[in-house]
């Protein structure tokens, strides 16, 4: 398969089986103004984000996603990597299993480890994804609802100073992280420094649209130690 293959595979899986027998379809529907995909971005988008950071995400051991819904976002990487170990990160019972039968569907079941609970449980972190401390870890956040839960993207930004150690680790977000952290420079102890790409949505990407359609990406690399 190619990249585009990919895509249009967990694509048909996704929007087929999400229609039949769950409310989280992958777009906003006639009559279902409150109807979201659980939150997370399609496989193309994540595509579209690869390709523009370079393969960069090859360079890391974990990929996490952050609040995982159905497992949209992990679809691309669980088949593009097979060395990449895959964790699904949600809070929502019903959507972790929903995102575990999905995979059963996609004859991946198994390939991505969903837990369910919070991104910012530090005992998840220990025991599902820091199994390496030498782990490189890539973290995708659609953090588009979260910055609306009081102290939780404060809490994520002091869990990953802790735990997300090993340079050239990433985080990547929706939603700007560590204000003003990034902006000292390296001997002042900056612990991430921050670049940003743009995508063009098309449909289906994210159940949210930006003005415009143009997503701002903030990616934050570890680059030393605390």
């Known amino acids: 398969m190619t990249n585009l293959d990919v895509t249009a595979h967990w694509y048909n899986v996704f929007y087929s089986a999400l229609t039949t027998f769950t ?72 959507r972790t299993q929903t995102a575990r039968e999905l995979y059963e569907i996609a004859g991946m079941g198994g390939r991505v480890e969903f837990v369910n609970g919070s991104f910012v449980d530090e005992d998840i972190w220990n025991e599902h994804v820091l199994c390496n401390e030498n782990d ?57 420094v921050e670049t940003k790409v743009a995508i063009t949505l098309q449909e289906w990407d994210l159940s949210w649209k930006p003005p415009g359609g143009c997503l701002e990406i903030f990616v934050y690399t570890r680059v030393g130690g605390g």
């Open 23 to 94: 409310n989280h379809t992958l777009g906003r529907v006639a009559g279902g103004h409150n109807g979201t995909h659980g939150g997370g971005a399609s496989p193309r988008l994540m595509w579209e984000l690869d390709n523009l950071l370079e393969d960069a995400i090859s360079n890391c051991d974990v990929f996490v996603d952050a609040g995982s819904g159905i497992g949209t976002s992990s679809a691309y990487h669980a088949q593009q990597y097979p060395n990449l170990r895959v964790v699904g990160i949600e809070l929502a019972t019903d």
């Open 136 to 192: 490189r870890v890539c973290v995708w956040m659609n953090a588009e609802n979260f910055v609306k839960v009081d102290r939780l993207m404060l809490n994520f930004e002091q869990l990953a100073e802790r735990l997300i150690v090993q340079p050239g680790s990433m985080i990547i977000s929706t939603e700007k992280l560590f204000q003003g952290k990034t902006r000292r420079s390296l001997q002042d102890g900056c612990l991430f």
